[in-house]
């Protein structure tokens, strides 16, 4: 069964749509927020966005010290060790909420959380490439988001987020200027939505629009 939020805010249906989050996960994250005075981000960690209930909620009062406490376990850690998840998660909250602030740091730690998830095989990650993705376009960096929507990891013969991942790298491949990336994704994507279900039809239909306009430019 398919749970609704009341009044689900509009990064929280972002997510939705683009297939990173669950209505129950949104549900669940919303509700943790609800019932904590201070948000709390480090509390859940078994889905990335079940750890974000203060970015979900676009409460940003009292997120650093929650950013703090998800640092805590690692602040002994020799720094040239590769990082840990709590650290990436840190990084990545630190980076979203430094662009939707307008900090002036904020293309300096988008960059840098980029360059992380390229230089180590995290065989664990799931999310972060394609949030990274989304914070690179909006900065207008096309072809780093195209390139890190791409890049994922299998664990077990399996890919999370698959659809997701050809859906968005074919969409900012297009926006990049790589017509044939994006017609590849496109097509792999129509590929694994052969027999979509209902609630992704529209999606699906808009893809196939996408893939037609594309293979007529050539």
Known sequence: MTLQ??????????????????????????EAAESTPAPEIDTIFTDVYADMPALLQDQLDGLDRSVDRLREPDRERNPTWPKTRNQICADAVEAAL???TGRADARERIERLDQ?????????????????AGLLEQE???????????????LWGYVAYYATILREGGRLAELAGDRERAIE??????????????????????????LARLTAER
Not at 5 to 30: D, F, H, I, M, Y
Not at 147 to 154: E, V
């Open 5 to 30: 939020v009341a009044a689900p805010n509009k990064l929280g249906q972002e997510l939705v749509r683009r297939g990173l989050l669950t209505n129950e996960q949104l549900t669940k994250a919303v």
């Open 98 to 100: 430094a662009q939707r």
């Open 116 to 132: 992380t998830l390229t230089t180590r095989p995290y065989r664990g990650l799931r999310w972060e490439n394609l949030f990274v």
């Open 140 to 154: 207008s960096m096309y072809v780093r988001a195209a390139a890190a929507a791409r890049r994922h990891s299998i």
């Open 185 to 210: 994704a496109y097509s792999r994507y129509l590929d694994l939505r052969s027999d979509p279900e209902p609630s992704v039809q529209a999606e699906v239909d808009e893809v196939r629009r996408a």
